[in-house]
């Protein structure tokens, strides 16, 4: 096995030239490893945003990916894949690789064999809205909540107290939108926050949030990807150049290059259960009929 894979997703890439080097079967087919792909993978430790799908293509030979995930090899040998993989990302003593699920493995895709791999890029566009549309809307909650705070929770990545990260339990990304959970519990109003105030002012809380993802909407305001290295265990950012400032969130999704590329992004605050905060974000893209 080589070293880790190259990732060109990162650039905005979909479709790359690339050879096999391992083919692993799974539970259902195999996950076919590339030495560079544009794929973006599942994480397996933070699974918020699903893998990229499209196809492998060797001479006239096409196999359809199902999903794209991480996968390791340790220094022993062992191979693991997604949800089975027993480390966290990047640790010492594995080489990460990009995975790709397919159902079949025609003899073309054999390992040393050139390829091409194309991403479905209608699906991996709805993705990154849908992931870009999830920070803007984490940072409008974090500003439409920042007077409950009666103790210094640390800041976002616009200065503001940071109940995204305080109180955040999960995030799922889908096309043109996210669903994020937030625990209201005891931690939390230990933390300082007031959440029967935050309760009883649900409807403004709102109101206010959506607000001001019209006006970053309307900004048009440019987005981009940073990262430290072209492999997928390389660090990477999300940087929007916001009117309040510049947002930059450690991040390893795909996302938008402008919020021109939105119509519109509002959210649903759910707080049917008092304990957990239930955020709903929905983007519409520019040019959708109205």
């Not at 699920?101 to 390829?115: D, Q, S």
């Not at 974090?142 to 955040?168: C, H, I, Q, T, Y």
């Not at 649900?202 to 305001?221: G, K, P, Y």
Request: net charge negative; glycine share 8%.
């Amino acid at each position: 096995m080589t070293g880790a894979t190259i990732v060109t997703f990162p650039s905005g890439a979909v479709v790359e030239s690339a050879h096999v080097v391992g083919v692993h079967p799974a539970e259902e087919g195999a996950v076919v490893v590339l030495d560079r792909t544009p794929f973006h993978p599942v994480d397996h430790t933070w699974p918020d945003q699903p893998g990229d799908r499209g196809a492998l293509r060797a001479d006239d030979v096409e196999v359809a990916v199902t999903e794209a995930v991480m996968a390791a090899v340790s220094d022993e040998g062992e191979v693991a894949i997604g949800a089975a993989i027993p480390v966290k990302r990047g640790a010492e003593g594995w080489t990460w690789l990009v995975g790709h699920r397919v159902e079949t493995v025609p003899a073309a895709l054999a390992a040393g064999a050139a390829i091409e791999a194309t991403v479905d890029a209608a699906y991996r566009a709805g993705l990154s809205r849908g992931h870009t549309a999830c920070h803007l809307a984490s940072l409008a909650l974090d500003l439409a909540v920042a007077d409950l705070w009666r103790k210094d929770p640390g800041s976002d990545a616009l200065g503001s107290p940071d109940f995204e990260g305080r109180a955040n339990q999960t995030s799922f990304i889908h096309p043109d939108g996210s669903v994020d959970e937030y625990r209201l519990g005891k931690s939390l109003r230990k933390a300082g926050f007031d959440t029967e105030e935050f309760a009883g002012s649900l409807a403004e809380r709102e109101q206010r949030i959506n607000a001001q993802l019209d006006a970053w909407v309307a900004s048009a305001a440019v987005c981009r990807i940073e990262f430290d290295g072209d492999t997928i265990v390389d660090r990477r950012r999300w940087v929007c150049e916001l009117p309040e400032g510049t947002a930059s969130i450690l991040c390893g999704g795909t996302h938008v290059a402008s919020l021109a590329e939105f119509a519109s992004i509002r959210v649903s605050l759910d707080l049917s259960d008092p304990q957990l905060l239930v955020m709903t974000t929905t983007a519409v893209p520019a040019g959708s009929p109205s």
